[in-house]
């Protein structure tokens, strides 16, 4: 079966580390999105895709990068990881022709 | 984007229908409403989509006024499995891509 898969699912960094994220689709999506979830915001979207090469921020999108080299995998790199970055993200890819949104199960990040 | 407004809380007995109510007075004649949910700590869940005329599934079925400035989802019979986050969102329908901006939404508590 297709599905989207998120690594790693739990993570510890320090602060000033590089942090990445990664998230691998296998239902050839062109579009791809990363959300953060904190208690009291929701759910806040970070950068999105819709295609190879094609890279947007959304809200929350500062300290935050992505890159889309191939059609199945959108990275999320903390460059520099802060505390406040310390949150579960998750990972979503979704179908054009009807906007359903597939998410992965999240990956908590810790940032001490 | 037209915002959303749903009230944070509501219970629900199990086994009885939950209707969950969502605002969106100020929707355009081209944007969909969505509806997705949030099991704790799992990543969210869609559940359907519609225009202008009524729609169910499986899940679900989505009632919106003939003013499209309201909606209720309504659960036909509420389990226990039902207890979640639930999410109203309208959005533009686009060619090339469909960006979701979530809102803060009802938590359901569905009780024995």
């Known amino acids: 079966d297709a599905e989207i898969t998120q690594s790693p699912r739990h993570k510890i960094t320090e602060t000033g580390r590089q942090v990445t994220l990664a998230c691998h689709q296998t239902?050839?999506?062109?579009?791809m999105f990363w959300y953060r979830q904190d208690l009291g915001h929701g759910l806040r979207l970070i950068h999105y895709s819709y295609g190879v090469q094609d890279t947007n921020k959304g809200e929350v999108s500062d300290g935050y990068s992505v890159s889309r080299s191939n059609t199945e995998d959108l990275p999320l790199t903390l460059e520099s990881a802060a505390s406040s970055q310390t949150s579960v993200y998750f990972c979503?890819?979704?179908?054009?022709?009807?906007?359903?949104?597939?998410f992965g199960e999240g990956s908590r990040l810790t940032v001490l | 984007d037209a915002k959303t407004t749903q009230p944070p809380s509501m219970d629900c007995a199990e086994g009885r229908a939950a209707n969950l109510p969502c605002n969106h007075s100020t929707i355009s004649g081209n944007e969909y409403v969505y509806w997705y949910r949030q099991i704790h700590s799992q990543g969210p869940q869609y559940i359907i989509h519609?225009?202008?005329n009524n729609e169910t599934n499986e899940m679900a079925s989505l009632i919106i006024t003939e003013d499209r400035k309201s909606s209720t989802l309504i659960l036909p019979h509420a389990t226990l499995r039902d207890t979640a986050v639930y999410y109203c969102i309208v959005r533009v329908f686009m060619e090339y891509g469909n960006k979701l901006v979530f809102g803060a939404g009802t938590i359901l508590r569905v009780k024995s």
């Open positions: 239902w050839n999506h062109n579009n």
């Open positions: 519609g225009l202008k």
């Open positions: 979503a890819s979704s179908v054009t022709s009807t906007g359903e949104l597939f």
